[in-house]
């Protein structure tokens, strides 16, 4: 399949991405003159076009930055735009969006098209204030420095040298002191740039509680409700899921430690007994490198339909994929779309494990939101707030599972895979819950120390399942554990969306299960709405609600509950 790149009408086919030949385009629309609705339109596409274009130089800088964190040449190519093309394009920005605003035909536009456009960019002007541009470059800066540390990470084990996300297969050894040692191993590793990561971070919560006091806002927390245009929750909402997870999800994460504690002959459960397969059976192995991983992806997208699977194709043939781990490689992995391009990237780490399976598929959803909001009239139309993209993610993960057997050939590994997936969701939402109630507790107390901001970590940690395991001889480790997270550091605030998205994902497979046909249909229409409804009606579109209630997660619970117990 040949991705076809968007032709361009504003802009010059090729067009150097440095301010000299950029300004001239900005200036154009600044200066250009709206007489009717439909003059105003075009404006908008003319801008659109734009947008997108700097978009996908931006996307290309960071993709080639990530895929090699050592290399000095595309650090600073990245960190060119950041320093010296994105402060000078915000305050234009800025002007185009009073422009916008003030243009006499923007109330004559299609109100049902347009509201959420109009929204996000009053939002916008709200929110913009001139002494923020440097404060963000700078945080954008110090925010790359993470991907540097930790991209660096690696270590030794018996005598041959590991990435982290590769030395983490150890951990799934069914030799109790191999595992032990694995994990020792990794965790003095990342001990050793504790303090460097805690500098970093202290750093960036100083400059991100500046740009929310600039902008009017008592903290940063406020501050990026309103930045990621959550007008459906609010924070007591936040508060209400993390007590629902509490009470509805950790007695069964309990009751799981307990089995596992059981199964394994332990006395207690250390940190290196939590991923070993209580079955005694070696772990799952589902693929065999990198290119393995990717055609099985196909195939089992295929089996959805030929829609999916010939669009991972069509990313397979023009080299959209870069999968495996390695020494250099940021860490994580992400689906970064390209806008004009019309189709997105694969990054991620694999280590031949189950988990990079799961990855792939998630990352495969975003793919498939990608292609299908491709030719969206506006690229804003694209841009879904967090809640409804990892829905799309999150929901393929489950989805897929049906069509496993393309990685799992023996029936018993292919139930093993299942249930280790559903558990999975199950400990994703009290995750989701600690780290979302860090976050709100580190950006409404902006004056913390480190040694405070410890103590508040360990807190919240525990009681949402750190009792399951004993960490007495492992304090460090545990007072660390949040650094692992790169969101906390590259992308303050999101993360309550995996837990909305997760529940939402639950009630797609459900629909899915009951009637995959019509399931899969409202799915895909779900998701080619891009942004251009609300959460909940793009939500309701997929015949599923927005909801994050104590009794919703209780009856998206059970159902999975009921799914496990088929898998016995």
Known sequence: MIINTKKRNFLPQTLIIDWETLEPFFTQLLNTEINSVSELENWLKNRSELEAALEEDFAWRYIKMTCDTTNDDLVKAFQYFATEIEPKIAPINNQLNQKFVACAFADDLETEKYFIYTRGIKEALELFRDENIPLQTQIQVEQQKYQGITGSMSVTINGQEYTLEQAANFLKNLDRQTRKQAWETITLRRLQDAETLNNLFNDLKVLRHQVAVNAGFANFRNYMFAALGRFDYTPQDCFDFHDAIQKVIVPLLAQHA????????????KPWDMDVDTSGKEA???????????DKSIICFNRLGSFYGDRLQAMKDNNFFDVESRKGKAPGGYNYPLAETCAPFIFMN???????LTTMVHEGGHAIHTFVTANLELNDFKHCPSEVAELASMAMELI???????FFTDAEELKRAKKYQLRDVLKTLPWVAVVDAF??????????TTEERTEAWKTIFTKFGAGFVDWSENEAALENLWQKQLHIFEVPFYYIEYGIAQLGAIAVWKNYKQNPEKGLKNYLDALKLGYTKSMKEIYQTAGISFDFSAAYIKELIDFVQDELKKLD
Do not use: C
């Open 400 to 406: 897929t599972m049906d069509h496993w057997d393309v």
């Open 258 to 269: 307990d089995e596992r504690k059981t199964a394994l002959n332990l006395p207690s459960l």
């Open 350 to 356: 694999a280590a031949n494990s189950f988990r990079d």
């Open 439 to 448: 976050q709100h507790w580190i950006y409404t107390n902006p004056n913390h």
């Open 284 to 294: 799952l192995k589902p693929f065999d490198g990198g290119q393995d991983l990717i």
